[in-house]
C-alpha cells in the first residue's frame, strides 16, 4: 500500500496552492504530499471555466482578506514563481450598481470594504454617468468602484504555476477518482482510488470544488457543497467606444453582469433559485436565457449592446455551498485530519491561492498565521448557523 503525509483531492487552482504552500512549509517539506485529479486536462474543471474575476467587493471581511492576499501574490508572481511568471491580469476595476431599494446594502458593504482598507468609491447616479459614458443610468441610485485592486486573471495560468513548482518541490499528481475514505479512531486512515489504488494518510485535504460534498460523504461527513451550473456567453458588437473596452466589470441591479475581452466581451447571470439548469453536459448551454434574462437587461444599461452579437459560449460549476455561499475552510472537528477548502460559491478563482495557504499553515501549524479564518470553518455548517456573503455575482 502507497502512502502519503498528505493527500490533496481536487487539482485545481485551490488544490494546487495548497500543494505549493505545503511544499514550502518549513515543517512540511520533507513530507510526502500527493495532489489527486481525475481531469488531467482540466476540461471540466471550474477553474479552467471561469471568468477569472478578482474583486475585494465582498459584504463579509474573510472574503476581503482572502482577495487582498490573492492580489499580494499576484503583484509578487516573479517572487514566488521566477522571472516571467505571469497570470495576464488586467486591473480594470470591478463596478457594482445599486437601485434605490439596494443603496444602503451598498453603502454598508461599502463601509466593511474600506474599513478593510479596499480602495472603492460609492460614486452617484450622476458621477456614474460622467466616469462611464456608455452607461445608462436609469434605475440606478449608486455604485460601488473599485478603482485599484480588481479586475481579472487567467485562473489556469496561476493554477499551472502552482502546480509545476509544487512538482518541481517534489509533490506527486497523481490521475485518478477518490471513490472511498477508510475511517479508524475517528481519522481518515487511508484514501482508496477507482483503479484500486490505496495510500495511507495523515491528513486528507478536501479540495474537490463543485464534488465536494460527494467526498465528504465519503467520511461520513454532511456538507451543503454542491455544483451548480453557470453560462458565460461571448458577445461580439459593432464599433464599441473605447471607453467601454475598458470598462470595469460591471454588475447591473438585476444580476447581469459583463466585461471585455480582448476584441469582444464575455456576460452572464446567476438564475433566479427555482429556475437553475440541470447539472448534466456542460457543452449544453442554454442561449435562450441568454435572450431572455441576459440580454434584455444588459441592452438596456448599455445600449452599445442593443446590435450585440453571441459568438460564443461555455458553461461551468460553482462549487455552491447551499447554507450561505461562503467558502468552508479549516479542520473538521471530530474527524481531525480531514480538511477542508470548498464551497466557494462562485469565487474561488480569486480565492483559491490564499484558501491553499490557509490549508498550509492549519496542517503545519496547527492554526490559521496569515488571515483568521476560524469564521469560514465547518462549526458553523454542523449548527446550521449560516456566515451570509451579499454580493454573491
Not at 79 to 94: C, H, I, T
Amino acid at each position: 500500500m502507497d502512502a502519503a503525509d498528505v493527500v490533496i483531492v481536487g487539482g485545481g487552482i485551490v488544490g494546487s496552492a495548497a500543494a505549493y504552500f505545503l511544499s514550502v512549509h518549513p515543517s512540511l517539506k520533507a513530507r510526502r504530499i500527493v495532489l489527486v485529479e481525475r481531469d488531467p486536462a482540466y476540461a471540466q474543471a471550474s477553474t479552467a471555466r471561469s471568468a477569472g474575476g478578482l474583486r475585494q467587493q465582498f459584504s463579509t471581511p474573510e472574503n476581503i482578506a482572502l482577495s487582498q492576499a490573492t492580489l499580494a501574490m499576484i503583484r509578487d508572481l516573479e517572487g514566488l514563481f521566477g522571472p516571467g511568471a505571469d497570470v495576464g491580469f488586467r486591473e480594470q476595476g470591478y463596478l457594482l450598481l445599486a437601485s434605490e431599494g439596494g443603496r444602503s446594502i451598498l453603502a454598508e458593504n461599502h463601509a466593511v470594504q474600506t474599513a478593510c482598507g479596499a480602495d472603492i468609491a460609492l460614486l452617484d447616479a450622476p458621477s456614474l454617468a460622467a466616469r462611464f459614458p456608455w452607461l445608462a443610468t436609469e434605475g440606478v441610485a449608486c455604485g460601488a468602484y473599485g478603482a485599484t485592486g480588481e479586475g481579472w486573471f487567467d485562473p489556469p495560468s496561476f493554477a499551472g504555476l502552482f502546480r509545476a513548482r509544487a512538482r518541481a518541490n517534489g509533490v506527486t499528481v497523481v490521475t485518478g477518482e477518490v471513490v472511498g475514505l477508510d475511517i479508524a479512531a475517528a481519522r481518515i486512515a487511508a484514501v482508496n482510488l477507482a483503479d484500486g489504488a490505496r495510500m495511507s494518510c495523515g491528513a486528507v485535504v478536501n479540495a474537490a470544488g463543485a464534488w465536494s460534498g460527494g467526498l465528504a460523504r465519503l467520511a461520513g461527513v454532511p456538507l451543503p457543497v454542491a455544483p451548480r451550473k453557470r453560462f458565460v456567453y461571448v458577445l461580439d458588437c459593432r464599433s464599441p467606444p473605447d471607453t467601454l473596452r475598458q470598462a470595469p466589470l460591471t454588475v447591473d441591479p438585476g444580476g447581469v453582469w459583463f466585461r471585455p475581452e480582448g476584441r469582444t466581451f464575455i456576460c452572464g447571470k446567476s438564475p433566479d433559485e427555482t429556475a437553475e439548469p440541470a447539472i448534466g453536459d456542460l457543452d449544453d448551454i442554454d442561449h435562450a436565457f441568454f435572450e431572455t434574462a441576459v440580454w434584455p437587461e444588459l441592452a438596456a444599461r448599455v445600449p452599445t449592446f442593443e446590435s450585440a452579437k453571441v459568438v460564443g459560449a461555455w458553461a461551468g460549476y460553482y462549487d455552491y455551498n447551499d447554507l450561505d455561499q461562503n467558502a468552508v475552510i479549516g479542520a473538521h472537528p471530530e474527524i481531525a485530519n480531514f480538511y477542508l477548502a470548498t464551497g466557494f460559491s462562485g469565487h474561488g478563482a480569486q480565492q483559491g491561492p490564499a484558501a491553499g495557504r490557509a490549508i498550509a499553515e492549519l496542517i503545519g501549524n496547527g492554526r490559521f498565521t496569515s488571515i483568521d479564518l476560524t469564521r469560514l470553518g465547518y462549526g458553523r455548517i454542523a449548527e446550521g448557523r449560516p456566515l451570509l456573503e451579499r454580493n454573491v455575482i
